[in-house]
């Protein structure tokens, strides 16, 4: 605990210097880039220009010293928050620093989790990313209050993948009542505890989440879900409202990509060919993006749009991509390739796709879009290949009859007949 006490000591000294070093250069600014007289710093006039007092001295906040597993993980979580804002860098230096901050609280004493914010700043630390490690060592020491056993107990659970006993521990914790730094990611946890059985809830936790957590990478992982919970039989204006929200604000996220590969999945339960309305939203949505974003989400459409076998939305993709692919010769043969491969299972017009497969250049696509390619060619060849000619079976000879033997009484009579016939004859 002295120890905890010390680094604490340093962290206050050090948020102090750097306020103290701040302040001169807000007043230099206040002062056209000169610094303020020392006579106005120490004195004020009154109206008739004689010197008053000194001013009273503003007394700084009260600061409330943290210990040490509230430092690291608000370090961690300030990282994260860079993640959400398409800091590579970050997402790469995350691993390292999960690693070194489980490291540095598996050595804290035990009596630190007495105290009941290292015990929450270690929950946040498992639920963001840190994994049941550092939990378990703590229910072990003894040192966890009765209150807040149920907290660390149900996060273990979580992370174990033990839901039935998460949901049983965290489902009667209001996130409300938890800091700033626990509060989103636990109710962004509770909604995953529940999407399967209670998805209306589950919702409610994500709004939940977003709101007490907003600009984080809590909230943009919210947004992220509650998105494709929508998406599987929620509101369409609710899809719009929020997907808008996710391409205008984390867009630029690590985990963008992830986004945009089950957007495009949902995107194909869409009928574009005779919902015009959802035509409409879905470039509302888009338009919120770059033109370069913008195609490549439209490419992702029509590639899954293919492999589910809808052939309108595929067709709509393809066509977008293609007017955004500009000088891009790879992303113009993928959306040429999309587009022939939907055309050919379109009422008349076949050869229009047959010919634009036909004319695609190989060299411009990647491995999976060439095999895609060698498909569509193949089952067009068996639409409108050559009919097989009819091959007559050959014939077969008739097999050999059998010679049935004579019976005796039959060739006496016939002997018999001859003698009449030859007794009878002139």
């Known amino acids: 605990m002295n120890r905890l006490r010390v680094s604490a000591g340093r962290i206050g000294v050090s948020l102090c210097l750097t306020v103290c070093l ?28 004689s010197p008053t007092g000194p001013t009273n001295v503003i007394e700084p906040l ?16 300030l990282l994260q928050d860079r993640i959400a804002r398409g800091s590579t860098q970050a997402h790469l230096a995350q691993r390292q620093l999960l690693t070194h901050i489980e490291r540095k609280l598996i050595e804290c004493e035990p009596e630190t989790w007495a105290d009941v914010a290292n015990l929450r700043a270690a929950v946040a630390f498992g639920l963001a990313g840190g994994g049941p490690g550092v939990l378990r060592h703590i229910l072990a020491t003894g040192q966890v209050t009765e209150a807040e056993t149920p907290l660390a107990q149900g996060a273990l659970a979580y992370l174990e993948g033990r839901e039935k006993d998460a949901r049983a521990k965290l489902g009667g914790i209001d996130a409300r009542t938890m800091p700033a730094s626990l509060s989103g990611q636990l109710a962004l946890t509770q909604s995953a505890l529940l999407v399967r059985d209670a998805p209306v809830r589950s919702l409610e936790l ?23 919970v929508v998406a599987q039989g929620g509101s369409a204006a609710r899809f719009e409202a929020l ?13 963008a990509g992830n986004f945009r590969q089950r957007f495009a999945a949902a995107l194909t339960r869409l009928n574009f060919d005779s919902d015009r309305t959802r035509v409409a939203s879905l470039e509302r949505m888009l338009e919120e993006i770059e033109p370069e974003s913008r195609r490549d989400l439209y490419l992702l459409v029509a590639r899954a749009a293919l492999e589910q076998g809808r052939r309108e939305t595929a067709l709509f993709a393809a066509e977008r991509a293609a007017g955004l692919a500009g000088s891009d010769i790879h992303a113009a043969a993928q959306a040429r390739l999309y587009r022939g491969a939907a055309l050919i299972v379109a009422e008349g017009r076949f050869e229009e796709g047959r010919e634009a497969l036909r004319g695609l250049d190989r060299a411009a696509l990647a491995a999976g879009d060439l095999e895609l390619l060698d498909a569509a060619l193949s089952a067009a060849n068996q639409i409108r290949g050559p009919l097989p000619s009819v091959v007559e079976p050959p014939a077969t000879e008739a ?12 060739g006496r009579a016939r002997d018999a007949l001859a003698r009449a016939e030859r007794a009878l004859a002139p």
């Open 399 to 410: 097999p050999p009859r059998r010679a049935v033997p004579e019976p005796p009484a039959i």
């Open 62 to 77: 009260p600061v409330m010293p943290h210990g040490l597993p509230v430092e690291l993980v608000r370090t961690l979580q």
């Open 243 to 255: 997907s808008i929200q996710y391409l205008r604000r984390f867009r630029r996220s690590v985990y």
């Open 22 to 49: 701040t302040f001169p250069a807000v007043a230099a600014d206040e002062n056209n880039g000169q610094a303020a007289p020392p006579a106005e710093a120490a004195a004020s006039a009154d109206s008739h220009g």
């Open 206 to 228: 994500l709004d939940l989440a977003r709101l007490l957590a907003p600009g984080t990478l809590v909230e943009e992982g919210a947004l992220r879900r509650q998105i494709f």
